[in-house]
């Protein structure tokens, strides 16, 4: 049982560029989130969706885009990389079940140069 | 708005012996829901512990357990008998239980916790 796959692990973009993070999960989950993690500090939520072609901004979206087309699959598109976007990406699943935690990919590190 | 502080940017431990990990919530929700993670210096988040707002009972998972004080707004996490291995930076998060449509299910975290256990 894979969980939460995120891919790639590290990238390095160079300003300007764009770039898909993609997250996937087998666990069946109807919720879905995309995080930043920029140094010494916690998740931030820039995405998230409740199930299939159902998304909505979290508190820091702009830049990014997402879709659901499928329960497993949920890619976050970056558009024109800015250096303020270099960060970790986590990618995290849950139930809809109020005491159940999410689940995290192992992130991705970027770096915008 | 929903807040999580976590006012120990770091915290040393000797191994062996217990810690406490303070986190003060903000919330105007009846129902939520609190959550503690590890994070590694590997990087991953590691779900530790839950607690609901309406368990009369302080939550605990092994060597962890959770000092909920609801009319304090706090969740500390305790720590017992350290290992060199919980060294990490540790994360206290908050959601809404009550299910209202989208935007439901969502974590707050706070900025973190370093500790650091001392052999």
């Known amino acids: 049982n894979a969980g939460v796959t995120q891919t790639p692990k590290f990238r390095i973009l160079k300003i300007g560029q764009s770039m898909t993070l993609q997250c996937a999960q087998d666990m069946n989950h109807n919720y879905m989130y995309w995080y930043r993690q920029d140094p010494g500090m916690g998740l931030k939520l820039i995405y998230y969706?409740?199930?299939?072609?159902?998304?909505d901004k979290g508190e820091v979206p702009n830049g990014y885009n997402v879709s659901r087309s499928t329960t497993e699959d949920f890619p976050l598109r970056l558009e024109l990389a800015a250096p303020s976007q270099t960060s970790v990406y986590f990618c995290a699943s849950s139930p809809r079940v109020s005491n159940q935690p999410q689940h995290f990919g192992d992130g991705t590190r970027l770096s915008i140069l | 708005a929903q807040k999580i502080t976590q006012t120990q940017p770091g915290m040393f431990v000797q191994e062996k012996e217990a810690v406490t990990l303070d986190c003060t919530y903000d919330t105007s929700d009846q129902s939520y829901g609190l959550f503690w993670y590890k994070q590694p210096s590997s990087g991953e988040m590691i779900f530790l512990i839950y607690q609901g707002s309406y368990d009369e009972q302080n939550a605990t998972e092994g060597r962890y357990s959770l000092n909920f004080q609801k009319a304090r707004k706090s969740a500390n996490l305790v720590i017992s008998a350290s290992q060199l291995g919980d060294s990490a930076m540790y994360f206290c998060?908050?959601?809404?239980?009550?299910?209202?449509?989208?935007?439901?299910?969502?974590?707050?975290f706070g900025k973190g916790t370093k500790l650091s256990v001392i052999p």
């Open positions: 998060a908050m959601r809404e239980e009550a299910y209202s449509g989208a935007g439901s299910y969502q974590l707050t």
């Open positions: 969706s409740v199930g299939a072609g159902i998304t």
